[in-house]
């Protein structure tokens, strides 16, 4: 029963390929526990659980982990994407462009420029 009003969560998980993945239930309680690749797809599946079970669940508990926690996400470029655009994607405020062209110093030479397909660090701030 549980499973089903959280299966959202589960489904996110397999889109983002969370690795050593294990559910379980035991008397009404879903147990999740699995590592993601970074913090901001553990963010991700954190707020589909509080918006699935609310900010204090009781009906599940989720241990994530972080495989990579020197980034906050590693984001590739798609066509009509600006510096602006993913930091508000992942910030919440486009002037954090900024910190995303500095992260990226070693393949960016202009804030203003960067191309499709280009693999950008998305630094933990």
């Known amino acids: 029963m549980v499973k089903a009003k959280y299966q959202d969560v589960l489904n996110l998980g397999q889109e983002l390929n969370i690795q050593d ?12 526990k699995g590592t993601a690749n ?8 954190w707020d589909k659980i509080k918006e699935i079970g ?15 926690t020197s980034v906050y996400h590693r984001h590739t470029v ?7 655009k ?3 994607h992942y910030y919440g405020d486009p002037m954090k462009y900024k ?10 030479k202009n804030p ?6 280009q ?3 998305i630094p933990n701030l």
Do not use: C, M, R, W
């Open 99 to 108: 910190a995303i062209f500095e992260a990226n110093t070693g393949i960016l």
């Open 54 to 68: 609310g900010d204090s669940p009781s009906d599940i508990v989720a241990d994530i982990n972080v495989a990579d």
């Open 78 to 84: 798609k066509s009509g994407e600006s510096l602006s």
């Open 38 to 45: 970074t913090q901001y797809e553990k963010n991700q599946l």
């Open 119 to 121: 693999e950008l660090v």
């Open 21 to 32: 993945g294990d559910v379980s239930e035991d008397n009404g309680t879903l147990k999740i």
């Open 112 to 117: 203003d420029v960067i191309h499709p397909d």
């Open 86 to 88: 993913i930091a508000k």
